[in-house]
């Protein structure tokens, strides 16, 4: 299937992990956790029930920090049959303050992938998360200037996008989306008709991955955001 | 000052305690978290530490249950010196899942208001708080109907008004907010020259209130929302 970039007028992109590092600090995260509690479990043990716990909450909690916090913490109880200790949640809660404390580290080519695009499409930003968190985030990577638009998606299912095209009168076949991950940035803005391009990132979380097979093609890889400067201009 | 209400094309909301009870369900989980470490210190004491904390981590956690929670758990902590079971922090973890599943209240006259207005104006939401939170109560409400827009916002300071009301190509003489906070919903909008209407509401948390001396006039204010009706038909 070949892909046209011809119509594109309006280029999104995810944040997180696609403009700056994000997944690391999450994986960093429960590495800590998981020795706080090591004398209760395994490390792969802890690491499972964690992700059990944060898939329970995700309904309640939905994505971002705080909801990670409060589900380490709920984890924590369950882990050491309510042994663990006050300064092991207190650590918790301060894992949590670090993470949101982070500064913003810009993935590589970044800077300059935004300042060529930027001259020749309208770029916006369509990410899932914390409002707050994802707000900071994008004020301390000094990329705003470069956006004419933020969005702070709750879900980012294919009704999710949409909505905002339509909000934004974007069509969809004018509209080409920079993601890394294939279940939220690619697949379902294949599948309402507007073109992504997939910029894997080293790490994804496991609530993100997709089998290949899913692929139904319509959509481009690239190792490198750089990457896409070669066919978009 | 006499207010002119003819320019009025856009009519906005505050969510919380505007249109549906909120405040309560906050001031219900204090008591039910005084009462959990009432071993350790008074209700007042308790009251008020766990107040400072929220507005020591306000910066970091912003506004919504899961930020609240966060602070209750850690204010629990340190109230006891530490000495406080799991079993309590389990029932702080407990007492946020319950504000997030609390179905959505209706303030009385807002179903009637939101029908009446919704012919002649353009009705938007302007809300502070968690995302999903509010597009959670937003949905339960059954109110998404009457509304074109619906914005949450980090903060509600002029600059976010005015921002909010440049994307939206909304003029400030053609706008009036509603709301019960005069801090968020009231002063900036009057400060940025458009119109409020302030609907108070019976409890107010003590980092929205301000000094009546704070009033620099150009709002009306009502005792109930239908008392709108009368002078923006």
Redesign the interface.
């Known amino acids: 299937m070949e892909i046209k970039y011809d119509n594109i007028k309006v280029v999104g992109f995810d944040a997180d992990d696609t403009l700056w590092v994000n997944e690391t600090y999450f994986r960093e995260a429960e590495q800590k956790f998981a020795r706080l509690l090591s004398q209760y479990e395994t490390e792969n043990k802890i690491d499972q029930e964690l992700f059990k716990m944060e898939m329970e909450n995700l309904d309640?909690?939905?994505y971002g920090v705080?909801?990670f916090?409060?589900s380490m913490?709920?984890s924590a109880?369950d882990l050491?049959n309510?042994?663990?200790?006050?300064?092991t949640?207190?650590g918790i809660?301060h894992l949590?303050?670090e993470m949101?404390?982070k500064p913003v580290e810009l993935l590589d080519g970044v800077e300059e992938v935004l300042e060529e695009l930027s001259r020749d499409y309208r770029l916006i930003v369509l990410t899932k998360g914390?409002?707050?968190d994802q707000?900071r985030k994008m004020e301390r990577s000094g990329l705003s200037e470069y956006f004419h638009?933020i969005e702070?998606l709750?879900e980012k299912k294919e009704e999710n996008y949409r909505n905002l095209l339509e909000?934004l009168e974007i069509k969809p076949e004018e509209f080409l989306m920079v993601g890394n991950s294939l279940k939220s940035d690619v697949l379902p803005i294949v599948n309402i008709g507007a073109q992504a391009v997939h910029v894997p990132f080293h790490t994804t979380w496991v609530h993100e991955q997709v089998h290949e097979s899913e692929d139904n093609g319509g959509y481009r890889t690239v190792n490198n955001i750089r990457e896409i400067l070669r066919f978009l201009k």
Chains 1, 2 share one sequence.
Not at 82 to 87: D, F, I, P
């Open positions: 309640l909690y939905g705080k909801g916090v409060l913490i709920e109880i050491s309510g042994k663990v200790s006050t300064a949640i207190s809660l949590g303050k949101i404390a914390d409002l707050l707000e638009h702070v709750s909000h």
